[in-house]
């Protein structure tokens, strides 16, 4: 490996820009922190992007004030929770047979989920919802749960899938060799070489459902069921708007999820050493 | 292992099915609604049950959460009986409450502005309230002036309005203007010259919330008023062509004008707060937004600050167009769902909300632009430019609409992109011209 | 083998829980779009059938150009920005023996993390004409190149595409990392005692054993960048006049705007064919065979 590290020497280009950019990227973090304690002129005009004059926490009671902040947060873990489960359940078993097992309609039915992708949920947003009222979920956390498993399904395949890809055949073969069942093989062979993209996946699902707007906002009427970005609604007026305390909003909303991707981000570097060691 | 995927599977469904079972109880009750309904009927002499009523309204910033509050608090001892479940509402352009009324999901009262009144009237999924305007003898209560606000075109009522008429206002920095030398401006001309005096001095001279689309038509609505009193209105009603002199002039000024600099940088992204920041600290010299800037221009500016008549092609063009206001009122208000259990009380509700909504607005905002009457002392006292408003009001000769109350939704869409493409000055009256006249209905 | 894979009750089981749900709550919907297309229909009452002519209509609309341009300009830009700044912080942080990388691997995410609101409100302070960090930049380096970024209808749908690149880039950088680790490393070892640089070895190695990663990430941010709308709906409103409108943006507008639904569903069944399209192109491109080692 001294090939690699005297590379790295050589490049110290390489290093100056990583850094650059990983501060470009933890700056919004910090931005919207700032926002959050400051008031409409600051963070407008006198004083957009650097740490406010006097910390106004008055944002923070203001937007607790407005809406029941443990209840809608508690909405949200539970909806991303069983979102995350529910997609990747679904998404894993059904790439797995598109990707590797051997029937007619395979590609077809590849090409099939992915169209979910391709369509912007305003689009859908009436039958979709008529489609809830009648199968009875309007009002339960099924309204959200159900829906945002659906329309995960689509990317999530098609990345299990691109990783079911990339695994070689002789797998299978030897398991089928040693008399393993299908499902056997899928379980304690095929799930752990993919564990990386399920981490990279847990992820993606858990931020999608977190911070999604569009559906909660037309499926869920009900006060006891609402999540944390349906909480921006009460601050944003036909003529003006509170930012501040939207920035407080938004900072209660933002920072569990930070702090979830934090200490999560280590399970997922575990898992993707894990992945390359079987491989390896 | 076979076993345990069948498992996996049965969970699945078991799960659906749990999600789907929590919500029948709320669903059944829309499909017993009907049968309630009559139920309903026989027994409402036994009177002041307890009855909770969903709303969906505006709830977000003073001047919309602090007048709701009062209208409930004040329902609270008129109809102690009746429980408010409020939904805020949006700003989507009414998709939220689109998705309700294809879902049989409507609240049973909500605000509606002409556009959802135009739809949900083709649809079914508003109630004609004529009967209840006569029955609570509403129209008494009613404003002469703004009539118009509770009675639409075809002649019926969909919603008890609280606003009235309001208009555009050109408001101006007084001492910005003295320290520059600059003339409050009546014709085009100085108009220019002030534009060219402001920008050499490092002031923009107009601040306009350009993000949103309504202040550009209005502005624009301005412009056209000179020689058109009917405005914009004229457009919507098919009875004018954006190439006819008026609007062809307008749009050429405004273009002329914005290249000379009359708004500040990036003016089609500034959103209310930056755009009125800029007037505010007197970095601005004028402003345009309806009469209800009047107590925040005050509060900030205090005696610095009034408002122009709008300056004129010439000298007597100003004086003969002086009272040719641009804004007005349409139907509006608090509407009733056609499928709320009992009508007249959501009826009775509603209107009472909207009568107690315009008296705070009234006698606490600082308002007197509202639809119906109100017989209480004002609180706060007008400052001096409503006051002058106040004055003029009965010497107004005409008035137009804000683009909310273009009844034409595919002229509205049209003329708010095109007047905020004029707010760039890359974007030619020709054009203008072309797009808005390819929106504008064929005559009524 | 081939009854091995070729399990029928095995694939039943893997397929039918999502073939079930995505159909009824995503296909359907979708299919819906398509027939109501062919409708004149406010989306609330009965609604007339009329064929085609809701797409003869579109294909007159200088809108729609327009709204398709964007979003070919959009999903060029960021496949550009993310594919390419996505890959060189994967393979520069995959190598284990570089130091900090953990921090740099959760700073890159970070934008992720945060919702669309609080990044473009960012932006629009960024690029504001007035005050903004762009023009400031400008100003200290002694330069009179004043923009007004978002205000200018040349400048701003491209303006836009940066936030929405810049944003998710942290996603393909995530998935590229997985895709870089799963790559053996015995293959990394052989090309190190053939004497490749590190260079060479990701070109002629990571790169073509990672087709299949490079596949998705393409289709997702194509595909991402063709039915582009919160981005705009948040920083321009479609703004200014009409100059960042994309297909979903030309939807919403005609659906919940106008109150024309039929039309509104035309616009976004263009948008799914066009995706499509892009997606099969993708697809034949990128080599199908399955990689054998």
Known sequence: MTWMMKL????????????????????????????????NDEIFVTNPFGPP??????????????????????????????????????????????????????????????????????????????????????????????????FNISFSSMVFYGFFRSIPIELEESACIDGASIYRTFFSIMLPIIKPAIATMVIFIFLNSWNEFTMAVILITKESLKTLPLGLLFFQGQFTTDWGAMGAAMTIASLPTVLIYILFSEQVENALTVGSAVKG | MKKFALALMSLCLVFVAACGSAGNNVANEGNKETVKEAANEETKTEEAKPVKLRIYAQYADDDTKLPYDYAVAELKKEMPNVELELEVQAQDDGQKLKTYAATGNLPDIFGAGLDIISTFKKSG?????????????????????????????????????????????????????????????????????????????????????????????SLFDMFVTRNEPQGIKKLDKGEASASDPAYKEAAEKIVELVQAGLLPKGATNLNYDQAAALFHQGKAAMFLNGQWEIAESTKHLGDKVGWMYFPGTDAANYEASKYAFSGGGGPGGYAVNPDTKDKELAAKVAAFLSLKYAEYKYTERGNPLVATKVDKAIVTEYPPMMQQLSDDIAKISSTTTFAWGLSDAKLKAAIEDASQSLMTGAYSAEQFIEDVNKAIPAAK | MNKFLGNKTAILLFIMPALLLYTVMVFYPIAQTFFRSMYEWDGL??????????????????????????????????TITQIGIGSILAFAVADTKFKGRKILRISFFIPVVLSITVVCQLWLSIYNGEYGLINKVFELLGLEYKQDWLSSSKSAIIAIAFVNAWQYMGYHFALLLAGVKSVPEQYMEAARIDGATKLQAILKINIPMMAESYKFCLVFAITGGLNAFANMFIMTSGGPGTSTYTLTYLMYRSAFRVGEFGYGSAAAAVLVIECLIATLIINRLIARERISY
Do not use: C
Request: proline share 4%.
């Open chain 1, 8 to 39: 790295r020497k050589n490049n110290p280009s390489m290093q100056i820009f990583l850094w650059l950019y990983a501060l470009v990227s933890v700056y919004p973090l910090i931005w919207m922190i700032f926002y959050s304690l400051k008031n």
């Open chain 1, 53 to 150: 004059v006097h910390l106004r926490f008055e944002n923070y009671v203001e937007a607790w004030s407005k809406y029941n902040v443990p209840v809608y947060f508690m909405n949200s873990l539970l909806v991303a929770a069983a979102t995350v489960t529910g997609a990747i359940l679904l998404a894993v078993l059904f790439s797995y047979a598109a990707a590797r097992l051997r029937w007619r309609f395979s590609t077809v039915a590849h090409t099939y989920i992915l169209v979910g992708m391709f369509i912007p949920i305003q689009v859908i947003m009436i039958p979709l919802a008529i489609l809830v009222r009648d199968l009875n979920l309007a009002n339960t956390y099924g309204a959200l749960i159900i829906p945002y498993i659906a």
């Open chain 2, 125 to 217: 999924n508003i109630l004609e309230l004529d009967q209840y305007v006569e029955q609570f003898g509403f129209k008494d209560k009613m404003q002469p002036s703004a009539m118009n606000t509770l009675v639409t075109d075809d002649g019926h009522t969909y919603a008890f309005p609280y606003a009235g008429n309001e208009f555009v206002l050109l408001y101006y920095n007084k001492e910005l203007f003295e320290k520059n030398g600059v003339k409050v401006p009546t014709t085009y001309d100085e108009l220019m010259t002030a534009v060219k005096t402001f920008n050499a001095a490092g002031i923009t001279p107009l601040s306009l919330f350009a993000k949103e689309k309504w202040p550009t038509v």
């Open chain 3, 45 to 78: 009452s009965e609604g007339t059938f009329i064929w085609f002519d809701n797409y003869t209509r579109l294909f007159q609309d200088g809108l729609f150009f327009t709204s398709v341009y964007n979003g070919l300009i959009f999903a060029v830009i960021i």
